[in-house]
């Protein structure tokens, strides 16, 4: 595998469930990011990790929880959410660590497409 | 804060025309600017980017200048195809903490007939 992944690639859920996205690098960053994409509105960022450390929370709701265990991996638990979570959910690394620059492209994955009923 | 606008489609050309997608910036700083682009059922990929004033990124046939005297990035391209069809998104990245946080236009989707 190169890039980043993301599993599931299709995910609907009931507003009871709890299901978890995956998301892998395998580019040996040390930075990665959550993103909501949804219909006619800008992406939005949600959360950022850098060294397994959440350094940005975009004031998500709780019932998204992220987790990064590691600089490779990154999830998003997912509980009792609303239809309007309904979304695709986009993964992102970068090089960040210490010497972060605004010069640092983001890679992104394919995203998992939530449907919440 | 930070803000990027851009001309939000969709946008249909027929096949070798020229295209332009405007795209302008509020920002404090020295933001770097990207274009992504996101073909159907995929993630964003970058598409290019400039990283100063008056740096020209370009790739793929694809060119856009950063303006800083009108914080501007238009992409332009002089004939585009078919497999051009896509999603293009304008962003900038600046200081947000310990990472630079990219801010991302709405997108803008661009159709090519054959």
Redesign the interface.
Known sequence: ETG?T?TPRHLVMGMTNKKSLKCEQHLGHN?MYWYKQSA????E?MF?Y?FKEQ??NNSVPSRFSPECPNSSHLFLHLHTLQPEDSALY?C?S?Q?GGA????????????TRLTVL | GNS?TQMEGPVTLSEEAFLTINCTYTATG???L?W?VQYP??????LL?A?KADDKGSNKGFEATYRKETTSFHLEKGSVQVSDSAVY?CAL??????????T????TLLTVNP
């Open positions: 980043v993301q930075a006619k509105k800008p992406l960022l950022v850098n350094t940005e986009l992102a970068s960040g972060a620059r605004n010069t640092d492209t983001q890679y992104f994955g394919p995203g | 990027v020295y933001p770097s990207f992504y059922g995929e993630g964003l990929q970058l980017k990283t998104f990245s600046n200081s947000g903490g310990s990472n630079y946080k990219l991302f236009g709405k997108g």
